[in-house]
């Protein structure tokens, strides 16, 4: 199947019925006045997070929902029958924003929450509404009223309190299946990862989190190249950013450099996500001699003029992983008591993500836009550039 993280849909809410015009006729009554009833409201439509999703393949191929229409008023007083209300299963971490205003109109963040997208129609009122004292026969009724009609976006963003940062084969895929149960692929070459895969971290009994593994960054992403540029909003709900280097590159290039080229294109993309509470963790030190290890280590450090957590870590062998995992839950459950503890803090951290995610949104669209160009300026045909503007990945998934 298809991993999509995005999806544009049209949704229209139901008209709501119109009232009816109707007098009373019973043989042996006289003057039996009006008697029309008021018409249905529209039904409305409502997203519904479901966490048995994980993408939203399904509104790519449909669309287009309408939920249904109030049906009109009847005679003898009967109100006409609501429209039932419609409502579309989505994945839970799904953004709903409004194409027309660019307003987000809410995040769905947990199993069964329902968020109302499009308001049905009101009923309009029958006859029997405008009688008086001095209107005994009114002859006026009134129409329903459309219901609302959104072009709407929707965006998954997984939700993770870890996310992993770093270049293809740094070991991110590793070191998630050594603190947790999941089992993403792994090989000795770049972009083993084509989608984001999450893994929950059991410390101990009733304390575990979650972490995002995503496709590894590669010079010139923040331009449209590799994969990893389009996953990186997936990291915008996360509290701690894990930068893993790799202390011995297959290619020898520099581990110093490949960690200035990843800030470089976490810069361009959000500056905001960019200066996220970060962590750097050294990976495969079973790979450096022992001797080496210390002056290697503090080398890397000291160029890079970290003042942050270090960790040292062989991922493979799980070397380094619980102890770095302590430290991450202990962190993690320390912001959550200081946001409960400080609502003003909880609505700096919302106002932050909202923020990254809209920095994510503006860039992605920009190079979506600067790939059009450059494929309506060449009119090549069968354009193999990494970018993808429909943003499907083919993956499977084994239980």
Same mark, same amino acid.
């Given at each position: 199947?298809?991993?999509?993280?995005?999806?544009?849909?049209?949704?229209?809410?139901?008209?709501?019925?119109?009232?009816?015009?109707?007098?009373?006729?019973?043989?042996?009554v006289?003057?039996?006045?009006?008697?029309?009833?008021?018409?249905?409201?529209?039904?409305?439509?409502?997203?519904?997070?479901?966490?048995?999703?994980?993408?939203?393949?399904?509104?790519?191929?449909?669309?287009?929902?309408?939920?249904?229409?109030?049906?009109?008023?009847?005679?003898?007083?009967?109100?006409?029958?609501?429209?039932?209300?419609?409502?579309?299963?989505?994945?839970?971490?799904?953004?709903?924003?409004?194409?027309?205003?660019g307003?987000?109109?809410?995040?769905?963040?947990?199993?069964?929450?329902?968020?109302?997208?499009?308001?049905?129609?009101?009923?309009?009122?029958?006859?029997?509404?405008?009688?008086?004292?001095?209107?005994?026969?009114?002859?006026?009724?009134?129409?329903?009223?459309?219901g609302?009609?959104?072009?709407?976006?929707?965006?998954?963003?997984?939700?993770?309190?870890?996310?992993?940062?770093?270049?293809?084969?740094?070991?991110?895929?590793?070191?998630i299946?050594?603190?947790?149960?999941?089992?993403?692929?792994v090989?000795?070459?770049?972009?083993?990862?084509?989608?984001?895969?999450?893994?929950?971290?059991?410390?101990?009994?009733?304390?575990?989190?979650?972490?995002?593994?995503?496709?590894?960054?590669?010079?010139?992403?923040?331009?449209?190249?590799?994969l990893?540029?389009?996953?990186?909003?997936?990291?915008?709900?996360?509290?701690?950013? *894990?930068?893993?280097? #790799? $202390?011995? =590159?297959?290619?020898?290039? @520099?581990?110093?450099? &490949? /960690?200035?080229?990843?800030?470089?294109?976490?810069?361009?993309?959000?500056?905001?996500?960019?200066?996220?509470?970060?962590?750097?963790? *050294?990976?495969?030190? #079973? $790979?450096? =001699?022992?001797?080496?290890? @210390?002056?290697?280590? &503090? /080398?890397?450090?000291?160029?890079?003029?970290?003042?942050?957590?270090?960790?040292?870590?062989?991922?493979?062998?799980?070397?380094?992983?619980?102890?770095?995992?302590?430290?991450?839950?202990?962190?993690?459950?320390?912001?959550?008591?200081?946001?409960?503890?400080?609502?003003?803090?909880?609505?700096?951290?919302?106002?932050s993500?909202?923020?990254?995610?809209?920095?994510?949104?503006?860039?992605?669209?920009?190079?979506?836009?600067?790939?059009?160009?450059?494929?309506?300026?060449?009119?090549?045909?069968?354009?193999?550039?990494?970018?993808?503007?429909?943003?499907?990945?083919d993956?499977?998934?084994?239980?």
């Amino acid at each position: 199947m298809k991993f999509v993280d995005e999806a544009p849909i049209h949704v229209q809410a139901g008209k709501g019925g119109n009232g009816c015009l109707s007098f009373r006729r019973e043989k042996f009554v006289e003057k039996g006045g009006p008697d029309g009833g008021d018409g249905g409201d529209g039904g409305s439509v409502y997203l519904v997070a479901d966490d048995a999703l994980n993408t939203l393949v399904d509104y790519r191929y449909q669309p287009r929902y309408s939920a249904a229409s109030g049906e009109p008023g009847r005679g003898r007083n009967c109100t006409g029958a609501k429209g039932e209300d419609l409502e579309l299963k989505v994945p839970v971490g799904t953004t709903v924003i409004d194409v027309d205003t660019g307003e987000t109109i809410g995040d769905i963040t947990g199993h069964g929450q329902r968020l109302l997208v499009a308001q049905g129609g009101f009923h309009g009122l029958g006859n029997t509404r405008f009688k008086s004292s001095t209107n005994r026969a009114p002859r006026q009724t009134s129409n329903g009223t459309p219901g609302e009609e959104r072009q709407l976006k929707l965006e998954l963003k997984v939700l993770a309190d870890v996310g992993l940062l770093g270049l293809p084969n740094a070991g991110k895929s590793t070191f998630i299946r050594a603190v947790s149960a999941a089992k993403p692929k792994v090989a000795n070459y770049p972009f083993t990862t084509l989608v984001p895969n999450l893994g929950v971290v059991q410390v101990e009994r009733y304390r575990s989190f979650v972490i995002a593994d995503i496709p590894g960054l590669i010079e010139g992403a923040a331009e449209g190249a590799g994969l990893g540029i389009r996953f990186l909003k997936h990291l915008t709900r996360c509290r701690v950013l *894990l930068h893993l280097v #790799d $202390l011995a =590159p297959f290619d020898g290039s @520099d581990p110093v450099e &490949n /960690a200035r080229g990843i800030e470089r294109e976490l810069e361009s993309f959000s500056p905001t996500l960019a200066g996220r509470e970060r962590w750097l963790v *050294l990976n495969k030190t #079973d $790979l450096v =001699p022992a001797a080496e290890l @210390d002056a290697r280590c &503090n /080398a890397i450090v000291e160029s890079l003029d970290w003042h942050g957590p270090v960790f040292r870590v062989a991922a493979i062998r799980k070397e380094g992983t619980d102890a770095l995992a302590g430290a991450l839950m202990d962190y993690l459950e320390g912001r959550r008591d200081a946001e409960e503890a400080d609502p003003d803090l909880a609505a700096a951290e919302l106002e932050s993500q909202r923020l990254m995610q809209r920095e994510a949104r503006e860039r992605i669209e920009q190079l979506r836009r600067e790939q059009r160009a450059r494929r309506k300026a060449t009119r090549a045909e069968g354009d193999d550039e990494d970018w993808s503007d429909d943003g499907d990945v083919d993956v499977e998934y084994r239980q």
